[in-house]
């Protein structure tokens, strides 16, 4: 979704960085073969999770919902050289192709993949994080945040996507839309809690930036 006309969002997407080769063809193959491409974080997101992620300069990443890679990898390009990302997703065939983009990268060795219920893989990971990225199933983005808070860094970062939802979080809630509820109660809490600083940006679907003070 954009919140600006197409010809300006064009524009910015034009004057921002180039969209790596290896990104390119990864965002390709995705579309020939994967079910639901438009989960892909894409270039212009993408550049902008690199951007933070340099920034940042983490040692330890945890990404939740991996889908074929690609803001996995985006992350790393900010990582420290022996830095960590732990990245996590529900559906084990897609297991191969992420592998493979992931040692086409630099970064091969620096990512462990993860295949369950992130909820049962968290709390066993012997790890506190730099930079999380939640991109996954809306529902639970209040219990990833529970189970992540007590695991960040003092000053990590905490990226959230998709948290405006095409709009729909402040349209009149529908029955049994489970995720636009989910996301109202999840940016409500990010708003309040004391925990933590943040900002929510209107880029693409909405990402937030929280800072775990």
């Known amino acids: ?59 330890s990443i945890l990404e939740i919902g991996t889908y074929t890679g690609y803001s996995a990898l985006c992350l790393c390009e900010g990582l420290k050289k022996e830095g960590t990302l732990h990245t996590i997703d529900i559906n084990e065939e897609l297991e191969d192709f992420q592998r493979k983009y992931f040692d086409k990268s630099p970064y091969g060795r620096n990512i462990t993949q993860h295949i369950g219920n992130a909820i049962e893989i968290i709390p066993a990971l012997n790890h506190k994080f730099d930079l999380v ?54 940016n409500k809490l990010l708003a309040e809690d004391s925990r933590i600083e943040t900002v929510l940006l209107p880029i693409r679907d909405g990402l937030t930036i929280s800072r775990v003070i």
């Open 1 to 59: 979704m954009h919140f600006i006309p197409d010809a300006l969002d064009d524009y910015v997407v034009a004057h921002s960085e180039k969209e790596p080769q290896l990104l390119q063809q990864l965002t390709r193959e995705t579309y020939q073969k994967i079910l639901q491409p438009r989960m892909l974080s894409g270039h212009y997101q993408g550049r902008i999770l690199s951007m933070l992620s340099k920034l940042i300069n983490p040692t």
């Open 133 to 186: 990225f939640i991109d996954a199933d809306k529902p639970n983005y209040v219990n990833y945040f529970n189970i992540i808070i007590e695991k960040m860094n003092s000053g990590g970062i905490i990226l959230s996507d998709n948290v405006l939802w095409s709009g729909k979080v402040i349209e009149e809630l529908q029955p049994n839309d489970e995720s636009t509820e989910a996301l109202i109660k999840y």
